[in-house]
């Protein structure tokens, strides 16, 4: 029964994620035309506190359910690295739970976003012949994998600080990987529409 709840959690909250992830872009452009701020750095600044926000509000609700992941990435992880409770079993439930979710809220983004912004959400693309891009994605994938572990596992105690890390060490990465293939480093972003970078 566990492992059906975390899958069931799991489905959930990689809908929300995906729906509310599809928007940074978006969200990032409105609101720097808003305050009136240009350039990288405003950019940067702006999708790392909306990030900071979304993982925030995502965690609580995660924890709020038991647990559940909206991260295949970060599931597969924390098994391998024997942290949590998982076993092969609710791993084998939680990946398709996972990549059901994250279609239904690409299904759900292109519904309700205006016409006007569907070019704000296009999925990741490759950007650089194959070989090129395997390996940049291999190396980034990595990267935030081991920078998560350490972060959650190994990082500061408070939970605003993890979540700011996170929320840096993400869009950092995003915005090294977007001459290569976008932000496809989670492959929830992959099944989704998705900004082909975080900064407009």
């Known amino acids: 029964m566990g492992a059906m709840k975390a899958a069931v959690g799991d489905a959930v909250v990689t809908f929300m994620w995906v729906f509310c992830a599809s928007t940074l872009g978006l969200m990032t452009s409105l609101i ?3 305050i009136g701020v240009q350039g990288f750095w405003a950019s940067f600044g702006i999708t790392t506190a909306l990030v900071f926000f979304l993982v925030l509000v995502f ?3 995660g924890d709020a359910l038991g647990g559940a992941s909206f991260n295949p990435t970060g599931t597969a992880s ?7 409770a998982d ?9 398709p739970a996972q990549t059901l979710g994250a279609v ?3 299904l ?3 519904e309700v976003i205006p016409a006007q912004y569907n070019h704000m959400i296009g999925g990741p693309s490759l950007k650089v012949d194959l070989h090129t891009g395997a390996i940049a994605e291999g ?3 990595f990267l935030i994998t081991f920078l998560v572990l350490v972060i959650i596992l190994k990082g500061p105690r408070s939970s605003l600080l993890k979540s700011l890390l996170l929320a840096v060490v993400t869009v950092a990465l995003v915005v090294a990987g977007s001459v290569y293939t976008g932000p496809s480093m989670n492959p929830a972003n992959v099944s989704k529409p998705f900004p082909s970078s975080f900064l407009y």
Request: charged residues 5%; proline residues 0%; aromatic residues 12%.
């Open 139 to 141: 190396l980034l994938t």
């Open 104 to 106: 239904g809220g690409a």
């Open 108 to 110: 759900a983004i292109k």
């Open 87 to 95: 076993t092969l079993f609710s791993m084998a439930l939680r990946f």
């Open 78 to 84: 924390f098994y391998a690295a024997g942290v949590g």
């Open 32 to 34: 720097a035309n808003v």
């Open 59 to 61: 965690n609580m609700i």
